[in-house]
T-cell receptor, first 115, second 110 residues
Framework: DAGVIQSPRHEVTEMGQEVTLRCKPI?????LFWYRQTMMRGLELLIY????????DSGMPEDRFSAKMPNASFSTLKIQPSEPRDSAVYFC?????????????FGSGTQLSVL | RKEVEQDPGPFNVPEGATVAFNCTYS??????FFWYRQDCRKEPKLLMS???SGNEDGRFTAQLNRASQYISLLIRDSKLSDSATYLC???????????FGAGTILRVKS
């Protein structure tokens, strides 16, 4: 069981650059979530997909953020252009089913630093 | 008011102590409740779900009080390995959206 796989583990970039974070959910899971964690704001849900369809993107900070899920085994979160305030740990999580009773499995996260 | 509120701590306790955390939530229609554990620089992991009748898993007991809109986590006989951040998680009434509290830091010392 490989778990949720995220890449890269660490990303350091300069302000204005495009950043793409990647996630491979657990095989068979049909819900995928992108979270952001900072000391100030804790864990915030950015967007979640069910059966590859975006269900709720109300947590996406602004138009600079976009997420896609082209198939059941891959999702991306893109920030363009990046800003220093985007620095955070970005977690991807997946679950089986669409109920809120389902256990979330998190990836190891991507530590993003925007200089 | 935040949707989910926790005392950030830290709670510093000796090994063997009993410690309890509370968490309050604002949406009275919330249906699902969980405690997650997060170790330093690691991802959150489910510790236990919280059921209306209360539930126990070894040294851990979780309770829900719908009238007062809070959930609690009790840890008995604390171990050094219990040191972590404990995240209270509540579902909103719509969709599949789980909201995380900011977490309570527990430090168990020998």
């Amino acid at each position: 069981d490989a778990g949720v796989i995220q890449s890269p583990r660490h990303e350091v970039t300069e302000m204005g650059q495009e950043v793409t974070l990647r996630c491979k959910p657990i095989s068979g899971h049909n819900s995928l979530f992108w979270y952001r964690q900072t000391m100030m704001r804790g864990l915030e849900l950015l967007i979640y997909f069910n059966n590859n369809v975006p269900i709720d993107d109300s947590g996406m900070p602004e138009d600079r953020f976009s997420a896609k899920m082209p198939n059941a085994s891959f999702s991306t979160l893109k920030i363009q252009p990046s800003e220093p305030r985007d620095s955070a740990v970005y977690f991807c999580a997946s679950s089986f089913g669409s109920s809120t009773n389902e256990k979330l499995f998190f990836g190891s996260g991507t530590q993003l630093s925007v200089l | 008011r935040k949707e989910v509120e926790q005392d950030p701590g830290p709670f510093n306790v000796p090994e063997g102590a009993t410690v309890a955390f509370n968490c309050t939530y604002s949406n009275s229609a919330s249906q699902s409740f969980f405690w997650y554990r997060q170790d330093c620089r690691k991802e959150p992991k489910l510790l236990m779900s919280v059921y209306s009748s209360g539930n126990e898993d070894g040294r851990f007991t979780a309770q829900l009080n719908r009238a007062s809109q809070y959930i609690s986590l009790l840890i008995r006989d604390s171990k050094l390995s219990d040191s972590a951040t404990y995240l209270c998680v509540v579902s909103l009434e719509y969709g599949n959206k789980l909201v995380f509290g900011a977490g309570t830091i527990l430090r168990v010392k020998s």
